[in-house]
């Protein structure tokens, strides 16, 4: 209705002036108004507008939900590092879950526990901070990947099973891809 409002003002502003006139002198001489094919052409396109815009029956589409199960750790980075930080970490576990993937396809593999597949984790990232806390500057980032990790792997410390080695791989390429979104 507003863009409707605005094309009858401009209307208006174009040719109003001279409308007002014509009519106000067709009256003083005692005649009818005529009307000429611009204004019924600028009378034309304001209903053509008029009618474009009329709000349109029926239900309203559904909105998609967000998965629940997602992670976003967009807007937790913060700071002077936070880009740094986050394309860091999607680095670091982008990478983490190619040594487990691929640990899943040796003979005897080495990460047999899901206490062995955490350690891992905090091993590399307390080697690739260099004995910063990344939890300790990015403690938002730290308690969402926590939340994540325990809704998806699981706090169980045990035996890893293919499924459960699918499931590492798969959370850590999730925060992985939610590191690097993050930066963007």
């Known amino acids: 209705m507003i863009a409707l409002a605005l094309v009858a003002v401009a ?38 507008a008029a009618i474009s815009l009329a709000p349109r029956g029926g239900k309203p589409q559904p909105v998609p939900q967000p998965d629940a199960g997602a992670v976003s750790l967009r807007g937790k980075f913060i700071g002077p590092k936070a880009a740094d930080d986050a ?38 990232r307390e080697a690739r901070m260099r004995g910063e806390s990344l939890g300790t500057r990015q403690p938002a980032v730290k308690d969402a990947i926590h939340s994540y990790l325990d809704r998806v792997v699981g706090t169980s410390g045990g035996p890893v099973t293919p499924e459960s080695r699918r499931a590492w791989v798969s959370a850590f390429r999730d925060l992985s891809d939610a590191a690097a979104e993050a930066t963007q």
Do not use: N
């Open 11 to 48: 209307v208006y502003a174009l040719a109003g002036p001279q409308i007002v006139e014509r009519v106000k002198a067709a009256w003083a001489a005692g005649k009818r108004p005529t009307i000429d094919g611009r204004h019924v052409a600028a009378a034309a396109l304001i209903v053509a």
């Open 87 to 124: 394309q860091m970490l999607s680095a670091l576990l982008a990478e983490l879950a190619d040594c487990i993937e691929r640990d899943g396809t040796l003979t005897d593999p080495r990460l047999k526990t899901g206490v062995a597949l955490d350690d891992l984790r905090i091993a590399a």
